[in-house]
């Protein structure tokens, strides 16, 4: 798959923003992207099975709350991507099977409609998903850069969506040739925006995690929920990696593969350190299995993004068909440990952690 083929920006000639993006749908698409190392943590757990587990399959509820609104599965489909022809049939993919499944969506960084508003086709998903949970998505380092509260209700404005995203990303930063490393002072500039803002803010990595003292201070600061996104799955070094010409660049890249908080101990620890969170578990969530252990570990939803940017690609049809799988793997995890509902999956006690010999 080409450059060309994927990079076009609507109503003109790539910026080196949007170039950015295209590259990156190329790579995630055609590259072995997966961190290397290091593993998601999922599988350190297990689920003590109960033959006799006093419930039917349909008493069996995948309903969830997130930022006030109902889902019909405690899914979120991950901030990924936008900017680019490719983007924009993608977008439309996985909002129309969000819109189908009852699950929420983000766009991907939307630092590009600040610089060409004419790219908010390729971003602009209401229409084919007017009833979902829709979360606009932005560097956190951009509030370095001068946007403000005002550009900000812009960027949900204009997609109509219901909250906003700031992501943090300083690894990929460091490593992209035209980064922003501008990360100092930024927990300040978080406060006032939540302060100034009448929508919901969420602060979520990229594939590296955020630790528990971090999670903490970003709800006293006033953010709605946290997005732990674990390493384990995605590694965006690589993904960078993949990118640079220079061979010193891919050497030092190299190294971080293997980096981050995992996915099932950030949450566990973020969950510990704040109980009455609204908390996202991402990063390396495969199947309905590892969508339930995060549940069971104090996640409120669970992000899934690479799984489905693929699927998406192959078509709309073969993406609700991931999507349903996933979600009858949920249910029939939740039925085989009596647990009826999210909110008892949450409560479970039958998530044991491995011993040596499981």
């Known amino acids: 798959m080409s450059q060309t083929a994927i990079g076009s920006a609507v109503g003109g000639p790539l910026t080196q923003t949007s170039a950015r993006k295209a590259d990156h749908i190329r790579i995630n698409l055609e590259e072995d992207v997966d961190a290397k190392g290091i593993d998601p943590g999922f599988g350190a757990y297990r689920f003590v099975h109960s033959a006799l587990p006093e419930i039917d399959l349909e008493e069996v509820r995948l309903t969830a709350s997130f930022l006030g609104h109902g889902l019909s599965a405690p899914v979120l489909i991950s901030c990924?991507?936008?900017?680019?022809?490719?983007?924009?049939?993608?977008?439309?993919?996985?909002?129309?099977?969000?819109?189908q499944h009852g699950m929420a969506m983000g766009v991907g960084s939307c630092r590009a409609l600040l610089e060409r508003p004419d790219l908010l086709p390729t971003f602009e998903v209401r229409s084919v998903a007017p009833h979902i949970l829709l979360l606009a998505n932005l560097g956190a380092v951009q509030l370095n850069r001068g946007v403000s509260a005002d550009d900000c209700r812009r960027i949900v404005g204009m997609l109509q969506a219901d909250a906003l995203v700031l992501h943090c990303n300083p690894l990929q930063e460091a490593l992209q040739p035209?980064?922003?490393?501008?990360?100092?002072?930024?927990?300040?500039?978080?406060?006032a925006l939540c302060r100034d803002l009448e929508f919901p803010v969420v602060v979520k990595e990229v594939g590296w995690g955020?630790?528990?003292?971090?999670?903490?201070?970003?709800?006293?600061?006033?953010?709605?929920?946290?997005?732990?996104?674990?390493?384990?799955g995605t590694s965006w070094s690589e993904v960078e990696r993949h990118r640079m010409s220079d061979q010193r660049r891919a050497e030092v890249a190299s190294a971080f593969a293997g980096w981050g908080i995992p996915t099932a101990v950030a949450i566990t620890d973020a969950r510990a350190a704040a109980p009455e969170a609204e908390l996202v578990a991402s990063g390396g969530?495969?199947?309905?299995?590892?969508?339930?252990?995060?549940?069971?570990?104090?996640?409120?939803?669970?992000?899934?993004?690479?799984?489905?940017?693929?699927?998406?690609?192959?078509?709309a049809a073969e993406l609700s068909d991931s999507i349903d799988v996933t979600l009858?793997?949920?249910?029939?995890?939740?039925?085989?440990?009596?647990?009826?509902?999210?909110d008892e999956l949450r409560g479970t006690r039958r998530l044991v952690a491995k011993g040596p010999a499981a």
């Open 80 to 99: 990924m991507t936008g900017g680019t022809d490719r983007a924009r049939q993608l977008n439309r993919h996985l909002a129309a099977a969000a819109e």
């Open 178 to 191: 035209e980064g922003d490393t501008c990360f100092a002072g930024l927990l300040p500039r978080i406060e």
């Open 210 to 232: 955020i630790d528990a003292a971090l999670v903490r201070r970003l709800l006293d600061l006033g953010v709605s929920a946290v997005d732990v996104a674990g390493a384990g």
């Open 285 to 315: 969530v495969r199947n309905g299995v590892d969508v339930a252990t995060a549940i069971a570990l104090g996640a409120n939803v669970v992000g899934v993004a690479g799984p489905l940017l693929r699927a998406a690609d192959r078509g």
């Open 328 to 342: 009858e793997q949920l249910r029939l995890a939740m039925f085989c440990i009596g647990a009826r509902t999210v």
